[in-house]
């Protein structure tokens, strides 16, 4: 699809390049790579009470700080990487949120060894059809900051000891990871991720 500057779009992305890059390239398109979920999973917790627009310009540096966010390293860190992040400039330096990634990379490693991967977990939460709304217009998604579906997710990682795992949190990290299509009707990628979604291979538990 050649795009232009009118393409429709969903709202949110303004006139940011970046933003714009990430809306069309990433946000609702499914992933199922444990890494890049649990990536998401922290930075959407480090996004509370800040804009999304704000971690994703520091996201490399997010990504440099946390190993890639390879979970099983994160695993390990100790007080001198929470000493060492607290002094990173390039992330949000919230000492609850890093502690809270670091505890939630353990968290991650036990959920591995118990569903067998982070994916195959997360997607059993995926809503029915039936769960959606029938229009996905600015009026019906303003209304929706969480859903039965993101506070089951919710209630299960808090119940296995995660931080920073609200129903609303957990809708977000939903909605970026393409487990749900919030793509506005009129948006241009709606039906690329509708498609993206539909040869989506489930990892299944």
């Not at 540096?61 to 060492?84: L, M, P, S, Y």
């Not at 795992?165 to 793509?183: C, E, K, L, R, W």
Request: charged share 30%.
């Amino acid at each position: 699809m050649a795009l232009d500057d009118t393409t429709p779009r969903c709202t949110w992305p303004g006139e940011h390049a970046d933003y714009i890059a990430y809306h069309d390239d990433e946000w609702g398109r499914p992933v199922r790579d444990d890494i890049r979920l649990f990536e998401k999973i922290c930075l959407e917790g480090f996004q509370s009470g800040l804009s999304w627009l704000t971690i994703l310009r520091k996201r490399e540096a997010f990504r440099a700080g946390f190993a890639g966010f390879d979970f099983r390293e994160v695993a390990g860190f100790g007080e001198t990487d929470v000493e060492r992040l607290l002094a990173d400039k390039g992330i949000v330096r919230h000492q609850g949120k890093i502690r809270s990634t670091i505890n939630n990379a353990q968290r991650a490693v036990e959920l591995v060894a118990e569903a067998g991967s982070l994916a195959a977990f997360i997607w059993s939460f995926e809503p029915s059809a039936e769960a959606r709304p029938d229009r996905f217009d600015r009026e019906t998604l303003n209304t929706i900051t969480m859903s039965d579906a993101s506070k089951a997710l919710s209630k299960a990682l808090k119940k296995r000891g995660w931080s920073f795992v609200g129903p609303t949190t957990m809708y977000a990290f939903m909605q970026s990871v393409g487990i749900v299509n919030d793509h506005l009707d009129s948006c241009a990628f709606r039906a690329a991720c509708e498609r993206d979604r539909a040869t989506f291979a489930r990892p299944t538990l």
